[in-house]
């Protein structure tokens, strides 16, 4: 299965570091891909750093002009979205239909989102019919998806990987080899 | 079981939107509290909208000054402590540990945690062994010791309240009765 992002709604400056946790989850979160509009060359850096250090090449920012037209596009593809929203289905109601996709692109706004957007996906979902955070839905959203597995994904190309230790930090640097 | 948030290490200006992330996701995942160093005072304003409108006034923001001391009183009355970190055992080894506990502090730092905070915690805890965000580790390890039950969690003292959609954004408003 096939799982990318889609940041829409970035406000520059405002929404930069909210945008990065939001990439940042993707790919540890074992997504190939995020989709967004131009944002600040810091975000692009600091993932390229990470991917350094911790592996993921094959994980991909893709900058894109539009969402609508992008989306068009990912369902003439055959790809199914799934939209987060406090106003969904509980992801819990669903979550086995979602799993039967092959290609899935998880939607996740900054702000208010318009409202093509609950027309066009496939599922609009809720992680909780309350306010909280897209960095917190999507991870919910995702592990969900993965069934949790995603928690103990390795990345092949990593430089750095750590031992996981009940009381200190043990990291294993394979570059040096 | 009573489930508490101890944010630490929040840089002013910096941390506020990401802080803010965090308090939202307390309140909204079933804690009944968070600690927090003193942060601007928009990040209290907008937790007393939020609960103003969508409920939860039990729900405390309780300001502190020395996580230390915080910690060690919360131990002196028998709390235990899970400090989550990309270094610590995955949460699904310790799940069934960390659920036995009555009354639990869930620690998440912003930049680079003390040693200390490792050596006090009763559970170090990772959410995947990969850098991403104390918002998703936060709420990928309330999902976990809720087991999920925090996605339906209603708010009695709410004045507006969703009715979960497919496709629209359905609310009631109670205040209007």
Redesign the interface.
């Given at each position: 299965m096939e799982v990318s992002v889609l940041r829409i709604g970035h406000r520059f400056v405002?929404?930069d570091?909210?945008t990065t946790?939001v990439a940042?989850?993707a790919?540890?979160?074992g997504c190939d891909r995020i989709f967004m509009n131009e944002v600040d060359k810091s975000i692009g850096l600091m993932m390229d750093e990470?991917i350094e250090r911790?592996g993921g090449r094959h994980f991909n920012i893709e900058i894109i002009e539009s969402w609508k037209s992008m989306i068009k596009q990912w369902k003439s593809k055959g790809g199914k979205i799934v939209h987060l929203t406090?106003?969904?289905?509980?992801?819990?109601e669903v979550i086995e239909d979602i799993r039967k996709c092959d290609k899935l692109l998880v939607a996740v706004g900054a702000s208010k989102v318009p409202r093509e957007l609950?027309?066009v996906s496939d599922?609009?979902v809720?992680?909780?019919?309350?306010?909280?955070?897209e960095?917190?839905?999507?991870?919910?959203c995702l592990?969900r998806i993965f069934s949790?597995r995603?928690?103990?994904?390795q990345?092949g190309d990593a430089k750095l990987?750590?031992i996981?230790?009940?009381?200190?930090?043990?990291?294993l640097n394979n570059s040096r080899n």
């Open positions: 405002r929404d570091r909210v946790h940042l989850v790919r540890a979160l990470i911790w406090m106003y969904g289905l509980n992801i819990d609950y027309q599922f609009n809720s992680i909780g019919n309350q306010p909280h955070s960095i917190a839905a999507l991870a919910i592990d949790g995603e928690l103990t994904k990345f990987r750590i996981p230790s009940p009381n200190e930090k043990k990291v």
